[in-house]
């Protein structure tokens, strides 16, 4: 089983839409969760830290359920330019970064 | 002003070859990571070094060397290229070697091996 699984969709969207997608990982002793953006061709780059409790960041809601082992994103409102590729990255006490596939979000006017 | 760069952004060579890779940072960062993204989109960590030593060698072909000649420096050596080799390999940083910071990617390199 991989470290960390993602729906790799394509998730095809309106502008406009919200979008939600889901990441699991395997290793429950991992301790700290993130959303890292790709766009086509280019460097990972952070979105978000995601915490116990859940956070936001504009149109970005990142949650955790660590009893469940998933973190999740939603995207409000979507942009054109919210169109990119959504790695989700689990670290345990080892400073290894593990990353999803990546799910694909393309964003349609 | 770039904060992390490497260079040659691409790089198309023959198998059998020895080819590098160079990675600076500019961040005053402690840590430095190698990673392969190949044609699945997977991206696997090879090396870290903290402060020019070396922290994490997942299982890597010991074609690959890395040296970090300072703590602002990670250069990825690849002895006797092979088709499997083909990826885009990242460079990043961060402040220490820490689970919780952010990490700092280059552009890529793209390597091609034909």
């Known amino acids: 089983r991989k470290e960390v699984e993602q729906d790799p969709g394509p998730f095809n969207v309106p502008e406009g839409a919200t979008v939600a997608f889901n990441c699991t990982y395997s290793?429950?002793?991992?301790?700290?969760f993130f959303w890292y953006r790709q766009d086509c061709r280019k460097e990972p780059k952070l979105l978000m830290s995601v915490y116990s409790s859940g956070n936001e960041d504009g149109r970005f809601t990142a949650q955790l359920n660590r009893a469940s082992q998933y973190i999740s994103l939603l995207i409000r409102d979507s942009k054109l330019s919210d169109s990119a590729t959504y790695l989700c990255v689990v670290t345990s006490n080892d400073y290894k970064l593990s990353f999803g596939a990546g799910t694909t979000v393309t964003v349609r006017a | 002003d770039t904060a992390v760069s490497q260079t040659p952004k691409y790089l198309v060579t023959q198998m059998g070859n020895d080819k590098s890779i160079k990675c600076e940072q500019n961040l005053g960062h402690d840590t430095m990571y190698w990673y392969k993204q190949d044609s699945k989109k997977f991206l696997k960590i090879m090396f870290s070094y903290n402060n020019k030593e070396l922290i994490i060698n997942e299982t890597v072909p010991n074609r690959f060397s890395p040296k970090s000649p300072d703590k602002a420096h990670l250069n990825l050596h690849i002895n006797s290229l092979e088709l499997g080799d083909s990826a885009v390999y990242f460079c990043?940083?961060?402040?220490?070697?820490?689970?919780?910071?952010?990490?700092?990617f280059g552009p890529g390199t793209r390597l091609t091996v034909l």
């Open positions: 290793n429950s002793a991992s301790q700290s």
């Open positions: 990043a940083s961060s402040p220490h070697p820490s689970s919780y910071n952010e990490q700092f």
